[in-house]
């Protein structure tokens, strides 16, 4: 935290970043919104005249990019914006439903609900109990669900 000059009664908060961390975030950046699509090979000396920068800042990005699976590179290659195949995107599934299964299961634990239909972030708290009326299989009684 930095006092302005300015006012001194008033915090100004500066995020500090290397040339390397500004030019990852602003690759990363580009390939995730799709402006650099997928199969586009991305060379040290291109990204170094692009945002002119020096070729080992570049090399440094680039292989942050490559460390967190945003590029792919073979030995001795060019990194490239990887193509999805049907394990990737399989791969994707089973991690969304790992992650998902672990947030129900938080939330159920805590007895909060996300009001997501509502297009907000908002949660609101189960009651203690909740009894849920369902329709039985003849349709003529109804049975009780309490947690």
Wanted: glycine share 4%; aromatic share 2%.
């Amino acid at each position: 935290m930095v006092r302005s000059s300015i006012n001194p009664w008033i915090d100004v908060s500066l995020q500090i970043r290397s040339v390397i961390d500004a030019l990852r975030s602003e690759i990363q950046s580009q390939i995730l919104k799709g402006a650099i699509p997928p199969g586009t090979a991305l060379t040290e000396l291109s990204l170094a005249q692009h945002f002119d920068v020096a070729r080992p800042t570049a090399k440094a990005a680039i292989e942050q990019l490559v460390s967190i699976g945003l590029l792919r590179r073979l030995p001795n290659k060019t990194a490239r914006v990887p193509l999805l195949d049907a394990a990737d995107i399989a791969d994707l599934y089973l991690s969304r439903g790992v992650i998902e299964r672990a947030v129900i299961r938080l939330l159920a634990e805590r007895g909060e609900v996300p009001l997501a239909q509502c297009g907000r972030s908002t949660v609101f708290a189960l009651p203690s109990r909740t009894t849920a009326r369902l329709p039985s299989s003849s349709n003529t009684t109804s049975s009780s669900i309490a947690p």
